[in-house]
C-alpha cells in the first residue's frame, strides 16, 4: 500500500522538499546523498577535490543529509565529507556508523563493544570536524554484544552532547523495538528499492508504529536500476567481481541473474519512456511516496548523475502509474541475493 505524494512537502522550483526522520524532529531534505562510493566499495577511490565538489554541489541544490561511514575507506570517506562539508556547518546533517572494524587479516567484523562504540565516536568527531554527530548509526548487529547494552552507550554519547541521534543499519524489526525501548531510535537504514523489498514484510510496519524513519540504501540497486549494469556487462560467471573492478558484487550480479533481472529494468524504462524520465527517476519516485517519512540515499560520483537523481523529485506517479508497476513487478521473478549467504545472514537480525 502506497501512501502517495504529501502535498505540504511538495517542493517549489528551486527548492528542496523536507522530511523528517523519527519523532524528534531530525529534518533533512527528502533525498540525501550517500558518500560511500566515492572512497570505497566501486573500485579505486575517486579524485578528491573533484568529490568535494560534488558534495558541495548537492549542498548548492538543497541536499541537507549525507550519509558515511567510518568503515568506508576505511575513515577517508569520513574525511572526505568533513573537510566537504565544513562550509556548511549549521545547515547539513552528516549520518555516520560504527560497529565494524577490519581486523588483523584486513577482514571486516562486527564490533559494538561498549569501549569500541566510544573510540570510534571520537575518531569519527575528528574526521567528520564536528562537536557532535547528527545520527549515529550501529553500522550491523553484533551478535556478541546485547543491542540493550549497545543503545546504552549511545544514550550516554546522547548525555554528552556528542550524539543527536540514534540509528540502526540493516537490523531486525525485533532488533529495533528492544533498542529503541532503551533509547529511542530515529532512523533504520536498510536496502531498499522496486528491487528488494524485503523491508516490507515486517521492517516497514514496525518502524511506522514506533514513529521510527527509514533511510534506503541502495535506492537504485548499486546501479542496476539506473542501466549502469545489464545482462550484457562483460564479467564472468562469479559471485562477485574484482575488488578493482567498478561494479557491484554478489549473487544477483552474476551474469544469469543479470539477465533475469534485466525484466525489471525494462520495466522501469517502459515508465519512464511514458513520464519523460529515466529509469533511475522512476525507481526514485516510486521509493519516495511509499511512505513521507522515507529517506533515500543514492550516490553517485558523477554531477549529471546528482542532477538526475535531485530532479526523480519532479516526477509524479499517479496512482494509475503505481498500480501498473506493482501488477508488472509482481511477475518477474528476481534472482540472486545481495550478498553471499555468510554476509546476508548478518542483515535482519
Known sequence: MTWGRIEHLRASEG????????????????????????????????????????IRKAVERGVTFFDTAEVYGPFTNEALVGEALAPFRGQVRIATKFGIRIDSI?????????????????????????????????????PAVPIEDVADVVKDLIREGKVKHFG?????????????????VTAIQSEYSLWWRRPEEELLVTVDELGIGFVPSSPLGKGF?????????????????????????????????????????DLLGRVAKKKGASPAQIALAWLLVQRPWIVPIPG????????????????????????????????????????????ERQTGV
Not at 570510534?120 to 548487529?141: F, K, T
Not at 550484457?232 to 543479470?258: C, E, I, L, V
Request: glycine share 8%.
Open 300 to 343: 553517485t560520483r558523477r554531477p549529471q548523475r546528482l542532477d538526475e537523481n535531485i530532479s526523480a523529485a519532479k516526477v509524479e506517479l499517479t496512482a494509475d502509474d503505481l498500480r501498473d508497476i506493482e501488477i508488472a513487478a509482481s511477475r518477474i521473478p528476481l534472482q540472486g541475493t545481495r550478498y553471499p549467504e555468510a554476509l
Open 15 to 54: 527548492e528542496m522538499e523536507k522530511r523528517k526522520l523519527g519523532s524528534g524532529g531530525f529534518e533533512v531534505s527528502a533525498w540525501g546523498l550517500g558518500c560511500m562510493g566515492m572512497s570505497y566499495g566501486y573500485g579505486p577511490a575517486a579524485n578528491k577535490g573533484e568529490m568535494i565538489g560534488l
Open 225 to 265: 536500476l539506473s542501466e549502469k549494469v545489464d545482462d550484457k556487462t562483460d564479467r564472468t560467471d562469479r559471485p562477485a567481481f574484482k575488488a578493482s573492478d567498478s561494479q557491484p558484487t554478489g549473487p544477483r550480479f552474476m551474469s544469469a541473474a543479470r539477465k533475469a533481472n534485466q525484466a525489471l529494468v
Open 168 to 184: 540502526l543499519s540493516e537490523p531486525g524489526a525485533r532488533t529495533v523495538r528492544r533498542a529503541h525501548a532503551i533509547q529511542p
Open 106 to 142: 584486513g577482514q571486516l567484523v562486527a564490533d559494538s563493544r561498549p569501549d569500541h562504540i566510544r573510540k570510534s565516536a571520537e575518531g569519527s568527531l575528528r574526521r567528520l570536524r564536528v562537536d557532535a554527530i547528527d545520527l549515529y548509526y550501529q553500522h550491523r548487529v553484533d
